[in-house]
């Protein structure tokens, strides 16, 4: 089976017409199925900024006319309660955020930057790793 264009299938669709069985399979393989994981590199726009640390703080520039939907953890060797905001030390997106030793946590921001502004991480141990989605 093969995947075809929308104005392709449009075309085999048209009053009177009567789909083949190879039709419609090359149809249901030109979509994505609700049961399928979409990679993020297949989303446009969706490019994490990905920070790695190794002290108690961090920080990431974020781009005017950004929208960060959502910050993924990756925790170090130790659990720690972490802090995200747009302020050093600020905790404005989360605040004590439990995550377990070398856990991951999917943080919901959803935040519009309308000038250029920074995300900050503070109260951590150890090595981090944050990816910040925006679009």
């Known amino acids: 089976m093969a995947k075809i264009s929308l104005a392709a299938i449009k075309a085999i669709f048209v009053t009177g017409a009567k789909p083949t069985q190879a039709q419609f399979y090359d149809m249901f393989d ?44 990756e925790g170090g060797a130790s659990a720690q309660n972490i802090n995200i905001g747009t302020a050093a030390a600020g905790n404005d997106f989360a605040d004590a955020e439990p995550i377990s030793a070398n856990g991951t946590a999917v943080i919901q921001i959803n935040h519009y930057f309308k000038t250029a502004g920074t995300v900050h991480f503070s109260a951590l141990s150890g090595s981090n790793t944050f990816k910040i989605y925006t679009r």
């Open 30 to 73: 030109s979509y994505q199925h609700k049961d399928d994981t979409i990679p993020s590199a297949s989303v446009a726009g969706l490019d994490p900024l990905i920070v790695a640390t190794s002290g108690s703080t961090g920080s990431q520039a974020v781009g005017a006319g950004k929208l960060v939907t959502h910050i993924v953890v």
